[in-house]
């Protein structure tokens, strides 16, 4: 999905997200960029999961091209591999709440066990009637997690996310859950490109992973920390964050 005119500007939405999610974050960014909004495999219109994150992030240069790349939670890392793989094409990079994975081998399995468990609600083993309804249930659980504490409601999407498939959500915790992600962090420091962190100030998990990050990529990253605002900051605070974005973006 593409709108709005100017430079590129490639969109990763997170999981149980969709190229429909961005909202008045979107809007904000349409008016100074070409967005280019994809759909993550397992999400929207894309179908099934069926590679890992390098194969994510193969993809998503291949649709996007040389672009600046956006990428909020899970298309933030997919983002990650598309940049450290294909640093030609990614000319800028804003990760927001993002991680470049799980370091020790023992926190990743104990993360896929989790995963497997959210995905089997969504695509029980066997089968089963009332999608629909499986996927609403898992939505009211993943959005009370204290992760989306500070999000309205009214910002979650909610309408737009029940517009995925519960299959293909499933695939995409199977496959590009943040415990079968190669973790790169000995890896960033290869990225010559200009790096931009946004977190929420509220959300304290992932600014200490912002920082991290900042300080793996080195003197070309840096970090904005959005007050009052947690988790999914560019929907909670969509004009602020958008600001931030486009300041980065225009700067060089």
Do not use: K
């Amino acid at each position: 999905m593409e709108t709005g005119a100017g430079p590129r500007l490639v969109l990763a939405h997170g999981f149980t997200q969709n190229a429909g999610c961005w909202g008045r974050f979107g809007t904000r960014l349409a008016r100074t960029h070409r967005l280019v909004a994809v759909d993550l495999p397992g999400h929207g219109a894309s179908g099934p999961a069926v590679g890992d994150l390098p194969d994510a992030g193969r993809r998503l240069v291949a649709t996007g091209g040389p672009a600046a790349y956006l990428g909020y939670s899970l298309g933030g890392r997919v983002c990650l591999h598309a940049a450290v793989a294909h640093p030609d094409q990614v000319r800028r990079l804003v990760l927001v709440s993002t991680t470049a994975g799980l370091r020790a081998a023992e926190e990743r399995a104990a993360r896929r066990a989790v995963d497997a468990a959210w995905a089997d609600e969504l695509d029980p083993p066997g089968g089963g009637g009332d999608a629909a309804g499986r996927l609403d249930r898992f939505l009211d659980r993943w959005l009370a997690q204290p992760l989306f504490a500070t999000l309205p409601t009214d910002s979650a999407e909610v309408a737009a996310r029940r517009r995925n498939d519960p299959a293909g959500l499933a695939s995409s915790l199977r496959t590009g859950g943040v415990g079968t992600q190669e973790p790169l962090w000995d890896r960033l420091e290869a990225l010559t490109m200009p790096v931009l962190v946004v977190v929420g100030a509220a959300d304290r998990r992932y600014t200490d992973l912002g920082r991290q990050l900042v300080e793996a990529v080195g003197p070309t990253a840096s970090l904005a920390a959005i007050a009052g605002a947690g988790h999914a900051c560019h929907l909670e605070r969509p004009e602020r964050v958008a600001a931030v974005v486009t300041d980065f973006l225009a700067d060089g």
